[in-house]
């Protein structure tokens, strides 16, 4: 299982991660930011659990994010 985390508010819209890991980020049309999908919203941080499988493109979207809100971590 890989747990992805999202600080969502400082999020400055480049779609970098959409780009790199389209399976798990979309643009939000309404403020501009990254949205990643099936997240939890806790205190402005927002999780996803996903599969393994997933790890390498989301890794690659943490590693381009300009301003690295993005954490992926292999349980
Ligand atoms: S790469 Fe980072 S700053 Fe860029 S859209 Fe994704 S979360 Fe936002």
């Known amino acids: 299982m890989v747990i992805i985390t999202h600080q969502r508010n400082k999020c400055i819209g480049c779609n970098y991660c959409v780009e790199l890991a389209f ?5 939000s ?3 501009g930011k990254a949205t990643l999908l099936n997240s939890v919203d806790k205190k402005g941080f927002h999780t996803a659990h ?7 493109d989301n890794v690659r979207a943490a590693n381009a994010c300009p301003v690295n ?3 992926v971590k292999m349980t």
């Open 23 to 27: 399976n798990h980020w979309r643009m």
């Open 50 to 56: 996903v599969d393994n499988a997933e790890y390498d």
């Open 69 to 71: 809100i993005i954490k």
């Open 29 to 31: 049309k309404k403020d």
